[in-house]
């Protein structure tokens, strides 16, 4: 182990004289962090709402302005025909119609009921299915002002329950709480892959790693002197994450900060491992970088960071089991927003020091001293 | 003329002598569309609950049992204190916690509105409100529905109608994203080594004595990255109109022009950081790490861009995938036509050409500086 503090030494002075990386390697990550939480908010704030009324009344005004004054829907325009509304909403300049046919007020005396049409642009699922909630909203509250002046027939007695909603660990439901753990996950993975991925293919590329197969250090010396740098720095940009998240985003960790560094740790030396793993299999830097794009692409997306992990299909839920992404961006919001306890997320633990494991025994058997 | 494409031939012959890069290079669009096209969902579905009866009547069974057979909640335990649904909480077991009070059912039926709570896990917050409605309106209708007299009162409902996407189907969203980031990712991530590559392995000096000039390095660099990138393209077009049954509304001319238009915008982009980048790691970080995120983030594939704060809303204006998204939602799916898409076409020329102007100045046909 006499050699290990050596190549530790050499693989730092290699990072630090490398003047254009050096700041990218803090940097970026950071800056990702501050500007990219920002953007990550699926909650509607505002809906913009073209309007078609054919029955122009006192009762359709009402209508719409039930809708203006809810605070959801913003009017972006009156249309006397829904063709001509129809070529906003493909142009995006509104997300909805609404289509107010020509007899509401008229039937709605004559004790009829009568159906408006709400035009949305699907496109996008989620929002859409958003804004038709919230019209809803604002059509029954609609009738209940309506109904609020007719008694009810004789000896029936209204079912009705009291429904009250608690939200738990984030009662302001602020959607940065919940991205920044998840973004700052990923950035320190995606920083930590990168780095081991193409450490020793460049070596390779670069006629160095001669030079070291020829000295007296072990495998073993040499994939854990190859680590320890890239380790430290995860630690490091996680440590400033965290420290950002706190004065920039005011989270602070709920639960133990030792648990979250302690799994942490495991999951640094696991996702190291796969990086020195596949920089080994490789020819060049390019394949070893298109490797390592592919499967950080397919983990990210599948991770449960901005679509619920719950919903995938039985066969995708099983790839996840092999996810290391997956069970990081868990464990971060768990600890972080939860306080999730070390009992809790003893099994993701357990399957982490499993990964870790294994791909770091890989890597030191497929790394082989001799060449050709 | 000659000398292009003679350069043009040597880059090919390059690109197709590395088997196993080629194989990376068409294989990962293929398995990444497929896996993302089947598997990513932004529908709330089979939320774990946790139910803490206080009265365990009949009604309030009833009750547990509609929840149970909703297609969004299974009943993922049964708590005796409040501290156990916390406790699945924790776990991440369950989503949602829904307690009903002693003697619901008597309750119910006088007509004296027992106060049901329901509390979720809001570390998630939008996944915690939409469950929260799902549960709020599956009770409600069990509740309407216990009542022996129905009224009918004259009232005004809704009917929503989904354009574009009646079926509200997710991947309609996704497919053109995926399309974008790969698109862009893979052609800036390829362009990108290529000068960096060729600067590292010292064979740029070759280069740089024959008689080529700069923009024949450039262009010969990018034609044959370009034909491959737009078969990407279309093999993804393809998926997603055979696998995904992505309607095809629009013009299929538009549709193969504005995928030229976009892998020569990814391409020169490459081209761009490689000029600068002194080194094939350099390029590789700034191509991958600098790309990815802000291409998933601020492109309105998964985040609706109208949501961001003004200033993010603003540089998202810079992010090539956004256009390309709107270009092929556009095409595809409201079957628009020019008269609708010419904006993001025009940006998207836009973006090429300074990105092009900028690539071409900055490969200096000179070693040593």
């Known amino acids: 182990m006499r050699a290990l503090p050596h190549i530790v030494r050499k693989e730092f002075r290699q990072i630090s004289r490398n003047r254009v990386m050096l700041p990218l390697l803090f940097l970026m990550p950071i800056v990702q962090l501050i500007i990219l939480s920002y953007a990550a908010d699926f909650e509607v704030k505002n809906v913009n709402m073209a309007i078609v009324d054919l029955d122009k009344t006192v009762t359709s005004q009402r209508l719409v302005s039930k809708f203006t004054s809810s605070g959801y829907f913003t009017q972006v325009g009156s249309f006397t025909n829904v063709k001509e509304a129809m070529l906003e909403l493909e142009k995006e300049n509104t997300d909805m119609i609404l289509c107010i046919p020509k007899d509401l007020d008229a039937d709605l005396n004559s004790l009829q009921p009568v159906k408006v049409q709400l035009l949305l642009n699907a496109v996008n699922n989620q929002k859409a299915g958003i804004a038709s909630n919230y019209s809803m909203q604002v059509i029954n509250a609609f009738n209940a002002d309506r109904l609020k002046n007719m008694s009810l027939p004789q000896g029936v007695t209204p079912l009705s329950v009291d429904i009250r909603s608690e939200y738990w660990y984030n009662s302001e439901l602020n959607y940065k709480t919940f991205m920044v753990p998840g973004i700052l996950a990923i950035l320190v993975t995606m920083l930590t892959a990168f780095l081991s991925s193409i450490n020793i293919i460049r070596e390779r590329e670069m006629g160095t790693i001669e030079q070291l197969n020829v000295t007296p250090i072990t495998k073993f010396e040499f994939i854990l002197g190859k680590i320890i740098p890239f380790w430290i720095i995860g630690m490091l940009v996680m440590t400033f994450g965290l420290v950002i998240a706190y004065l920039l985003f005011d989270i602070t960790t709920a639960g133990s900060l030792l648990t979250l560094y302690a799994f942490l740790a495991i999951y640094l030396i696991a996702v190291l491992g796969i990086g020195i793993l596949i920089s080994t299999v490789t020819e060049t830097q390019q394949q070893a970088m298109f490797i390592t794009w592919f499967f950080l692409v397919i983990f990210l997306l599948l991770s449960g960071l901005f679509t619920p992990v719950d919903s995938i299909p039985e066969w995708a839920k099983f790839i996840n089991h092999f996810n290391p992404i997956k069970y990081f961006v868990e464990v971060m919001r768990m600890v972080m927003l939860k306080g999730s306890t070390f009992a809790d997320i003893s099994y993701h633990f357990l399957v982490m020091t499993g990964f870790a494991i294994f791909y770091i025994v890989s890597a030191m058997r497929s790394y082989s001293k001799t060449s050709g | ?369």
């Open chain 2, 1 to 369: 003329m000659k000398q292009y494409f003679a350069f043009v031939k040597k880059e090919f012959r390059h690109i197709l002598r590395d088997k196993r890069t080629l194989l990376i290079l068409f294989g990962m669009p293929v398995a990444q569309i497929l896996i993302f096209g089947f598997a990513l969902n932004n529908e709330v579905e089979n939320a774990g609950v946790a139910i803490y009866d206080m009265s365990g009547d009949y009604e309030s069974v009833l009750l547990q049992t509609r929840l149970e057979n909703s297609e969004q909640f299974y009943i993922e335990r049964e708590c005796q204190t409040t501290e156990c649904i916390e406790e699945a909480f924790r776990q991440s077991k369950a989503r949602l916690g829904i307690i009903l009070p002693q003697n619901f059912g008597s309750d119910l039926l006088n007509g004296a509105k027992p106060a049901i709570k329901i509390v979720s896990d809001a570390s998630d917050p939008n996944q915690a409100q939409v469950l929260t409605s799902y549960a709020t309106a599956i009770i409600l209708t069990h509740v309407k529905g216990r009542a022996t007299v129905v009224q009918d009162v004259p009232i005004v409902s809704a009917i929503p109608r989904m354009i574009f996407n009646p079926e509200l189907k997710a991947v309609y969203m996704f497919v053109p994203g995926v399309m974008g980031l790969i698109l862009l990712l893979v052609g800036a991530m390829m362009t990108s080594l290529t000068i960096a590559r060729e600067k590292e392995l010292g064979t740029m000096e070759l280069l740089l004595v024959s008689p080529l000039y700069s923009w024949h390095i450039i262009f010969g660099k990018v034609t044959p990255y370009w034909l491959l990138s737009f078969f990407n393209a279309m093999v993804i077009v393809s998926l997603g109109i055979l696998v995904f049954d992505m309607p095809m509304n629009g013009s299929v001319v538009l549709l193969i022009g504005s995928c030229l238009l976009f892998s020569l915008t990814a391409l020169a982009l490459g081209i761009f950081i490689s000029s600068k980048a002194n080194s094939q790691m350099t390029a590789m970080f700034v191509s991958m790490m600098g790309l990815l995120l802000p291409t998933i983030l601020l492109s309105g594939f998964i985040f609706p861009i109208e949501n961001m704060p003004l200033p993010l809303q603003i540089v998202s204006n810079i992010i090539p995938a956004k256009w390309f998204i709107m270009i092929i939602t556009g095409l595809m799916i409201k079957g628009s036509g020019m008269n609708v898409i010419w904006k993001p076409v025009a940006v998207l020329v836009l973006i090429t050409l300074v990105l092009g102007v900028a690539a071409v100045k900055n490969v200096k046909p000179r070693l040593g500086e």
